[in-house]
């Protein structure tokens, strides 16, 4: 039967009460559509907790419409610099904000992967973080990135050995030498490594032959340009290392270690010192750590020679990419995950060390981690790598052969002239 003009049918009065409530709830809301995905690409984080997915949905809540995506990538800078010079240079939209190693900022910077973010900025917004941190987020007088994260090498040591053998933490390198070798003959243990740190092949032996220099009062790269300024101190920094190993104070699988093999074979009890970052401090404090309540730190030792040591700073920025179809929000979700909250909470939930210096004097991260006003006086003294948008260049030339002179392959001074006559070329190539 056909409905009258002036009355609906009851199945087409339910259509329509149906199709008003959708249209009703899409007016409230928004078609999943018209969402807006923004890709955040991170390094793993390790420790108690991961604090960055409530930091994600916080940035939610703040955005309605907004979804963020979280994805990490694995765990080795070199492989993670891979990951987006591939994706980068080929121009991929796939990711908006990244977690960058400060080392990269100028690089990616001069090759046009970045967003300016120098205009979003508030005249004294990087004013709290680490003056370091802050120029290694500038090439060209122009900010790049933002300071997130700051790391400065340190030397992690057992306190209760050295205490037990009446020993104060060395100053110098000599020093910890022979404090391996006393703490060794007294324990006799086979099992207990002497110093660990890291001498693979990769960015993180680049570190630590760089401590190594500072240590011995020379340099890669000079305020001129010009490579190993001091190729003897060079020469005799890369010689002490390889030594370590030679004369087991380092064991034979240093040359294949990195941050994570060194932390967790001095976590498990088996060696007297380590060098590594202050990550590793919160996680030597577990309750299943085998050394937990037994480890203390210092700065880095300097040599007998009367140089004084000093730890490389390092750390994480967060960059935007160019490519991103969403450039305002992903800029601000950038300044959202640097904000003062956002590194209060990932000071607290993981073993990682902010940028704004302030925290580091703040009564709850004090109290959660005693080290930390120690821990920013000893960021205050590090230095940084060489800032050069060519830092990889030198990092990937230098790197075999210092890894040469560590394996006895080649004599270090050998290595240095080598790599200083490549280095040389390439960069005055360059130029």
Known sequence: MRASAGRVSRPLRSLLVVWLLALGGCAGGQPESEVVTLVFKYARILGRADPLPALLRSFEAAHPGVRVKGEALPWTSDD???????????????????????????????????????????????????????AAA?????????????????????????????????????????????????????????????GKQYEGLVVNVLEALWANGARLLAEDGSVFPEPARAADALRFLRGLIETGVSPAWTTAADEELSRRAFG????????????????FETADSAVRGKVAVVSLPGRARGERGVGSTGGAHLGVSRRSRHPELAVALARHLASEPAQRAIALGAALSPTRQALYHDPEL???????????????????????????????????????????????????ADARARLSYFLGAIR
């Open 138 to 198: 500038t090439y060209g007088g122009r900010v790049w990135a933002l300071p997130w994260i700051m790391n400065v090498g340190l030397l992690y040591y057992r306190a209760d050995l050295l205490a037990k053998h009446g020993l104060r933490p060395p100053e110098t390198y000599e020093e910890l030498v022979d404090q391996v070798r006393r703490i060794r003959l007294a324990e006799r243990d086979p099992a207990l490594d002497g110093y660990l740190w890291q």
């Open 268 to 283: 498990d009890g088996h060696a007297i010192f380590l060098r590594n970052w202050p990550y590793a401090m919160e996680l």
């Open 366 to 416: 004090v109290r959660a981690n005693p080290e930390m006003p120690r821990l920013h006086a000893f960021a205050l003294a590090g230095r940084p790598r060489p800032v050069t948008p060519y830092y990889l260049l030198i990092s990937s030339t230098v790197q075999p052969e210092f890894s040469a002179a560590l394996v006895g392959v080649k004599p270090p001074e050998r290595a240095i």
């Open 80 to 134: 993670q610099h891979q990951f987006y010079v591939i994706n980068l240079e080929g121009r991929s939209p796939g990711f908006d904000v990244m977690m960058l190693d400060c080392i990269w900022v100028p690089e990616f910077a001069r090759a046009g992967w970045l967003t300016d973010l120098t205009t979003h900025l508030r005249p004294d917004e990087l004013a709290p973080h680490f003056p370091s941190a802050v």
